[in-house]
């Protein structure tokens, strides 16, 4: 397991563009409320860690959906601009967070195949931004705590960076 060595948030906060750069950009988070203890603290981690480098507040918009399958539905509104209730005027970059727990049957394999393949098929979307995959797929809850706030960091501070950087890639 790669996390098993590194803390998932560690990361230079100076590979980061500067704050002046950050505050007129625009992010969006989409997360599945299914798993909520998790989702949310990786949620939590995610705005923080935008707002501590300098995206202002106003500037974040947060989209609830039910459950992970439903993350690859909204964050295709917010990239096509489509969704009534949140201004979508052109986000830098799109995180979409879940947690997808196996169970005894198939149906973590075709969840996690499904938001998988959907959020690739939206990172190829011409004119599209950059949709961060920050979805944790473990084989339990301990493993998913771990990695909302626990021993592995905040995977949503993970997504949060990658978005920024993938966000400031291109000009």
């Known amino acids: 397991m790669a996390t098993a060595f590194q803390n998932l948030s560690g990361y230079n ?3 980061l563009p500067a704050a002046d750069v950050l505050a007129d950009q625009k992010y969006a988070i989409v997360v599945a409320d299914w798993n909520a203890q998790i989702t949310h603290t990786l949620m939590n981690g995610a705005e923080k860690c935008f707002t501590e480098h300098g ?6 918009s947060v989209i609830h959906v039910p459950g992970a399958f439903e993350l690859t539905f909204a964050a295709k509104q917010l990239v096509f601009g489509n969704m009534k209730a949140v201004d979508t005027d052109k986000f830098k970059a799109i ?27 939206l990172n190829l979307v011409e004119n599209g931004c950059p949709v961060i995959f920050g979805v944790l797929t473990t084989d339990n809850m301990q ?6 706030d626990g021993i592995h960091g905040n995977k949503g501070v993970e997504a949060a960076v990658t978005a920024i950087k993938m966000a400031n890639l291109i000009w």
């Open 143 to 148: 493993q998913a705590l771990d990695r909302a």
């Open 13 to 15: 906060p100076d590979s």
């Open 55 to 60: 995206v202002l507040p106003e500037h974040i």
């Open 95 to 121: 995180i979409v967070l879940g947690c997808v727990i196996q169970g005894d049957t198939p149906h973590f394999d075709y969840v996690c195949q499904g938001v998988t393949q959907g959020i690739t098929a």
